[in-house]
């Protein structure tokens, strides 16, 4: 049996840990963290999920495909917790300032989303008018990240992964694991 140390028990950690698994159970999985499950950046992610990034909304390089496998692993994290990790559907990106509003018109125009002027925003959400519209994204999300990690984590777990919470070890004291991710 290969063993595998994942070092890390966030989004990329737990993701990875799990597709491993889930491609060949024969695996012997081990995520070290020093502090547990979602305690790095993970931790303190603010869970919008969608893939128009950057000041100007473009859309993300295989940001679709991304979309597509992070909502199966939402599913999936959902099964092992027994509640959806996702708290809302549909994000409204607020623009700043004036260039911003023009590229994120563009995006509205390419692709699924939609372009909220203020008056639709004041109509759809009264307590929040940003002065210069938004990118209204149905297929974003919100999701509760600790919720997700901890379902995922349940998940990897169920497919026989281990947790070490402990500093992670220098990468001779891993020698013992055939790789190191």
């Known amino acids: 049996m290969k063993r595998i140390a994942v070092i890390g028990c966030g989004f990329a950690g737990l993701a990875t840990a799990w597709h491993l698994l889930n491609k060949n159970p024969n695996l012997e999985i081990t995520l070290f963290d020093k502090k547990g499950i979602g305690s790095g950046a993970s931790g303190i992610a603010t869970g919008l999920l969608h893939p128009f990034m950057g000041r100007k909304a473009n859309l993300s390089w295989r940001g679709l495909e991304g979309i597509s496998s992070t909502i199966e692993l939402l599913r999936i994290s959902e099964e092992a917790l027994g509640k959806s990790p996702i708290l809302s559907k549909g994000l409204l990106r607020p623009c700043y300032y004036d260039e911003q509003k ?25 307590d929040f008018a940003p ?16 919720s997700y990690l901890q379902g995922l984590w ?28």
């Not at 023009?102 to 009264?126: G, H, N, R, V």
């Not at 990897?156 to 281990?162: K, N, W």
């Not at 919470?165 to 001779?172: A, H, Q, S």
């Open 102 to 126: 023009d590229y994120f018109q563009q995006t509205a125009d390419s692709s699924q989303c939609s372009w909220f002027s203020t008056e639709k925003i004041k109509d759809q959400l009264p």
């Open 131 to 146: 002065s210069l519209g938004g990118l209204w994204i149905p297929e974003g999300f919100t999701i509760s990240c600790s």
């Open 154 to 181: 349940k998940a990897c777990e169920a497919l026989g992964a281990t947790l070490n919470i402990k500093e992670t070890p220098n990468l001779t004291a891993l020698k013992e694991y055939c790789h190191v991710v």
